[in-house]
């Protein structure tokens, strides 16, 4: 079964700040109530992260997919108009899609959170990182700058009675007056609360948790992989290898080879103490496109290649998974 790649206008599909999609996964549950289910979590300041499920709900295989960084936009942008072509048979600039919806839905379970820290996002100054600011600046508006001025450090909670910085980064989401926590490496996070409720209620066999960095794309495999079982490495390597044939097909250039990031690293045991014991059974892969200016040529990543990158590895799981 063949799944093409976007083709049409990117820039017409891109949705990233809450205010722009979250009113259609309201209207979309609402218009479908037998085929939808609207899924909400408010957060501190009065946002909220919101989620939508579809599809077949005793499917053998049941996908989970999340973006937790509010700098990383191109996986909220996909996730959504994945949801327009299932809901409404058409891309969000109203083209027809291609996509074999039907089947997808007769066969797959799919959860879409598209984006888990709304309060961060909610406070981004761009739609999309395109390069507009070098990516030192960037850096400093993802993560902050601490009281010198220099870019502030990546914790997994830190309180700003302690730091006193000077600018507090949209990556991190503020749970209480004092403390602040990345979504990704904090249970105190909302991100963790959506995926671990939505995991007790839908038993997914999947996940694909999008992100977004200033070099090639690349499939990283989860830091507890060299300890699962061989029957799951092997599934997930061929899961990866299949995102990396769908870069490869649209010429991203990706990086060739799956890899545990940060390995032997500390960030790679809080990782693992970040999914000890959560959501068993649900086997995991993390993608990484482009964002902003590449690392080494400096060149911009515009929208359009970041959309086209995201799908890819949307699309590629789609595919995997319908096998």
């Known amino acids: 079964m063949e799944i093409d790649c976007y083709s049409a206008n990117a ?25 939808a289910e609207l899924h909400v979590w408010p957060q501190l300041g009065g946002r909220k992260v919101v989620g939508l499920t579809t599809g077949n709900r005793s ?10 960084h509010a700098h990383e936009p191109a996986g909220t942008a996909v996730a959504v108009d994945l949801a327009a072509q299932l809901f409404t048979g058409r891309h969000l600039d109203g083209t027809p899609t291609a996509l074999p919806v039907e089947d997808i839905l007769s066969h797959l379970l799919i959860s879409l959170l598209p984006d888990t820290n709304s309060q961060g996002r909610s406070q981004s100054p761009e739609r999309c990182w395109d390069g507009k600011v070098d990516n030192e600046q960037f850096l400093k508006i993802a993560f ?8 502030f450090g990546r914790y997994p909670e830190w309180r700003a009675s ?7 980064g949209i990556e991190y989401e503020q749970v209480d007056d004092d403390l602040f926590v990345e979504p ?11 995926v671990t409720a939505l995991h007790a209620k839908f038993g997914y066999t999947h996940h694909l948790d999008m992100h977004q960095h200033e070099a090639a794309p690349a499939a990283l495999l989860p830091a507890e992989y060299e300890e699962l079982p ?3 490495r092997r599934e997930i390597m061929t899961w990866a290898e299949m995102i990396i044939s769908a870069w ?3 010429g991203a250039d990706p990086r060739p080879d799956p890899y545990i990031p940060y390995k032997g690293r500390d960030r790679q045991l809080l990782f693992k103490a970040f999914w000890k014991d959560a959501c068993p059974g649900m086997r995991r892969l993390t993608t990484e496109v482009r964002n902003n200016r590449d690392h080494k040529t400096g060149e911009p990543v515009t929208l359009p290649e970041q ?14 998974l319908l096998g």
């Open 184 to 194: 990704n490496t904090s249970r105190r996070s909302t991100h963790y609360r959506a």
């Open 307 to 320: 959309f086209a990158m995201a799908e890819a590895a949307l699309m590629g799981t789609i595919r995997h």
């Open 144 to 151: 902050g700058k601490a009281a010198d001025g220099s870019r």
């Open 11 to 35: 820039e017409d599909c891109w949705v990233s700040h809450p205010e722009e999609w979250q009113p259609l996964f309201v209207r979309w549950a609402a218009e479908h109530p037998e085929e």
């Open 230 to 232: 061989e029957g799951d």
């Open 248 to 250: 490869t097909q649209i």
């Open 59 to 68: 499917a053998g295989r049941r996908l989970l997919v999340a973006v937790p």
């Open 162 to 168: 302690e730091h006193q910085p000077g600018l507090i």
